[in-house]
């Protein structure tokens, strides 16, 4: 499948409604519980996911449009949300992703990318250059992973409560 | 997280809105390409969940709870799905999920299952002795793990399309 920028907005305009679906009105006990040590819960991966509306995916589709002479990309935070100081409970964190997922998608429609601005490029401070279709990809399947990662973590909450099921359910080796 | 039938039932209850969410109006290259080979597409996982609503986790659920003697169930066709004539299309097959899960819920929680209904047990076809609890727990984890196996699958379709930020995506590599 080849990036089509339609295609990544019908991906990038839902998630904030699939994670209100999949998590709202949940037991904390499925929310807030990790893969044990410093792995995130489903509560900590929806701040993530805000921060980077926040500092990554539009403000770096901008410097690479820009007329900027560096073009080098601020390195990302990804363990920021873990370091934030008045904690907001997951309903708000929820609506704060949607609201600011929507402003988002809101701006990068507005820039009516073309073919030709797909292949300019930025450089991104560890991975070096990259284009805007790889950037807007990667946005996209950013989503989709932690997605799946929300709810491995959901499931590994019952991984000792399934007996020898353990065997067949790949999800809990993960 | 110890197993508790409100909480699984938490879980159950959502997955259909979950899927609809995920999967509606979707561009068929997201819905209907898989992770290559054997491999199945989010409509396959589709058609496998409504085949175990049909035949496994109530069925199973009513047999241990019965007064059957011999309680082994009957195995499970894990690809039923994949030989099926005529293929319904997914927003059918979204539906047809929803409306059965919502007669299985119905029906599991008029079963109005005690702690020691819990522990009762089954006899499964090749992994033996079984309790209520852990099969209500597979049903569970069932679904989380194959909404992460949707999401995954998804995610891959751009996997070519990322560039050098393959190494940091570890969804594309699972």
Redesign the interface.
């Known amino acids: 499948?080849?990036?089509e920028l339609q295609?990544s907005i019908?991906?990038l305009e839902?998630t904030p409604?699939?994670l209100k679906?999949?998590l709202s009105?949940?037991?904390p006990?499925?929310t807030h519980?990790n893969e044990g040590g410093e792995t995130w819960s489903p509560y900590a991966v929806v701040g993530h996911l805000i921060h980077g509306e926040k500092t990554d995916w539009i403000v770096r589709t901008q410097l690479i449009l820009s007329q900027e002479e560096d073009k080098t990309f601020q390195p990302f935070d990804r363990f920021a949300q873990l370091n934030e100081g008045a904690k907001k409970n997951l309903p708000e964190l929820l609506d704060e992703f949607q609201a600011l997922r929507e402003i988002n998608l809101t701006a990068l429609k507005a820039m009516n990318i073309s073919a030709a601005n797909l292949e300019a490029t930025g450089i991104?401070p560890a991975?070096?250059k990259?284009?805007l279709?790889?950037l807007l990809?990667?946005w996209?399947?950013?989503d989709?992973?932690h997605?799946?990662?929300i709810?491995?973590v959901?499931?590994k909450?019952?991984k000792d409560?399934?007996?020898?099921?353990i065997?067949?359910?790949?999800?809990?080796h993960?």
Chains 1, 2 share one sequence.
């Not at 409560?161 to 099921?165: D, I, K, R």
């Open positions: 499948m080849l990036f295609k019908e991906i839902r409604a699939v679906t999949l009105n949940l037991s006990d499925w519980n991104h991975l070096g990259v284009t279709a790889q990809s990667c996209t399947v950013h989709l992973g997605i799946a990662q709810t491995r959901m499931a909450q019952y409560e399934v007996g020898p099921w065997e067949y359910l790949s999800v809990l993960k």
